[in-house]
């Protein structure tokens, strides 16, 4: 009988967990999409940068919560927490190294290669269609057509 008494306290207290988590990662969310639509009538960089690292700090909570409760690394040993967390952490800086190497390769590339520093300040004038030109084409092909001669059948 002590046995089903302790499932179901077991039981009620991972419902509570569970819910408690839920209910995290739902005002977590709501706060993300709140700030998103904020954000779009906002026209000034700093304050729109702000928001997208608060959305960013937000995300990586939402993250920490689906992986420790979902995927339950929250009651595992330490080490097998340490062989999810350390990979993640070195994927982090593999991209963030990579965006700032592109980065730097963007704004320095007019400074090693003259040709694409040519090339990208030659202003292209558009090409405009003059309406006289387009009023005669469209008269000689009328003329054409006017002056092929017509088969009887």
Sequence with gaps: ?????????????????VTKVTIILS????IELALG????????AGTRLLIKGTIVILMLA?????VA???????????????VCVPLCIFFWF????????????????????????Q???????KEVKHEEKEAKEEKKEGLKLDEPRRAD
């Design 1 to 17: 009988m002590s046995h089903t008494a302790t499932h179901e306290d077991h039981s009620a207290e991972v419902r509570k967990e």
């Design 27 to 30: 005002v977590l969310t709501v």
């Design 37 to 44: 639509f904020y954000m779009m009538g906002i026209e000034a």
């Design 62 to 66: 939402k993250a920490f919560y689906i």
């Design 69 to 83: 409760y979902f995927m339950h690394l929250k009651h595992e040993v330490k080490n097998l927490i340490m062989t």
């Design 95 to 118: 991209i963030t190294a990579f965006l700032i190497d592109g980065n730097s390769f963007r704004n320095l590339r007019n400074t090693y290669d003259p040709h694409y520093k040519a």
């Design 120 to 126: 990208s300040s030659i202003k292209a004038e558009p």
